[in-house]
Nanobody, 123 residues
Framework: VQLVESGGGLVQAGGSLRLSCVLS????????MGWFRQAPGKEREFVAA????????DYLDSVKGRFTISRDDAKNTVYLQMNSLKPEDTAAYYC?????????????????WGQGTRVTVSP
């Protein structure tokens, strides 16, 4: 299984970005997906996750109401829509995949990782 993220960039505070992550080499519906981020000098942290059906999702408290995880099974893609971005959202964002059935919250919960896409939010 390979994961490839895209969609990062530089945005002003209050702006929006949509990250995409394409899964290949496996059946997308077999996997629950997650997004993590790592700011410079900090540990990688959980941001959002969903289950294979897309019905169940969960988020880091600080992004609830601003970020939305979603998936398109026809495109083998999971998205992270990020609105009302803040400078503290600046980080490298990684998508990850784990086998069903439960949501994953820790790095060890996931078997596959993308290479990351960088998001920079200016004040």
């Amino acid at each position: 299984v390979q994961l490839v993220e895209s969609g990062g960039g530089l945005v002003q505070a209050g702006g929006s970005l949509r990250l995409s992550c394409v899964l290949s080499g496996g059946l997308f519906s077999n996997y629950n997906m997650g997004w993590f981020r790592q700011a410079p000098g900090k540990e990688r942290e959980f941001v959002a996750a969903d289950t294979w059906s897309g019905v169940t999702t969960d988020y880091l408290d600080s992004v609830k109401g601003r970020f939305t995880i979603s998936r398109d099974d026809a495109k083998n893609t999971v998205y992270l829509q990020m609105n009302s971005l803040k400078p503290e959202d600046t980080a490298a964002y990684y998508c990850a995949a784990r086998s069903r059935p439960r949501l994953g919250y820790s790095l060890d919960d996931y078997s596959y990782w993308g290479q990351g896409t960088r998001v920079t939010v200016s004040p």
